[in-house]
T-cell receptor, first 118, second 115 residues
Framework: DTAVSQTPKYLVTQMGNDKSIKCEQN?????MYWYKQDSKKFLKIMFS???????INETVPNRFSPKSPDKAHLNLHINSLELGDSAVYFC?????????????????FGQGTRLTVV | AQSVAQPEDQVNVAEGNPLTVKCTYS??????LFWYVQYPNRGLQFLLK??????LVKGSYGFEAEFNKSQTSFHLKKPSALVSDSALYFC?????????????FGKGTTLSVSS
């Protein structure tokens, strides 16, 4: 079973279009994230949700709107796509837990969605 | 603010030799530190973490990392490199264990192991 799954894996679209990327996790985690990996492979946090509540909203254009219908899902909708939005978008999840070597504070990542805007 | 530095863009090592990938961090509170590996066109795979306890942490595929609080470092090591270890390695830090806190990543280090 895939722990964190994203769809689609590849997305090619024209400038100005609106698109969505879906993410689902079956790990029972309470926190989900969207990261953007640019062409230089740099990973930047975009959003973080805990129990469906938005926690982190980094300096991201308001054309990007995350939506979390429940703890297991975090979707990303992008309006009016621009060339600069081309990147790989990763969904991830983790469990807010206590300290100690067995705490599961690491994040589990999906396989990524490669978005190409032409 | 928290940050992670990986000073080397690329590390080259011969198969069978030991490898080290460097990472230093900056946080205001207690650090939670992680290493991930990314193979081409794949997602990130978790290797190991330091939360508390022993400074030497062992992880997947024979990797280990040593937490050094005084030097604010968390270097990744492996005693004997394999060609299959060639990949992009990321160090990450989380400042505190608050709900929703995200991992902040370094820029990544490409490890190239030659046969």
């Amino acid at each position: 079973d895939t722990a964190v799954s994203q769809t689609p894996k590849y997305l090619v679209t024209q400038m100005g279009n609106d698109k969505s990327i879906k993410c689902e996790q079956n790990l029972g985690h309470d926190t989900m994230y969207w990261y953007k990996q640019d062409s230089k492979k740099f990973l930047k946090i975009m959003f973080s949700y805990n129990n469906k509540e938005l926690i982190i909203n980094e300096t991201v254009p308001n054309r990007f709107s995350p939506k979390s219908p429940d703890k297991a899902h975090l979707n990303l909708h992008i309006n009016s796509l621009e060339l600069g939005d081309s990147a790989v978008y990763f969904c991830a999840s983790s469990q807010w837990g206590g300290t100690g070597p067995t705490s599961r504070t690491e994040a589990f990542f999906g396989q990524g969605t490669r978005l190409t805007v032409v | 603010a928290q940050s992670v530095a990986q000073p080397e863009d690329q590390v080259n090592v011969a198969e069978g030799n030991p490898l080290t990938v460097k990472c230093t961090y900056s946080v205001s509170g207690n650090p939670y530190l992680f290493w991930y590996v990314q193979y081409p066109n794949r997602g990130l795979q978790f290797l190991l973490k330091y939360i508390t306890g022993d400074n030497l942490v062992k992880g997947s595929y024979g990797f280990e990392a040593e937490f050094n609080k005084s030097q604010t470092s968390f270097h990744l090591k492996k005693p004997s490199a394999l060609v299959s270890d060639s990949a992009l390695y990321f160090c990450a830090v989380r400042d505190s264990n608050q709900a929703g806190t995200a991992l902040i990543f370094g820029k990544g280090t490409t490890l190239s192991v030659s046969s």
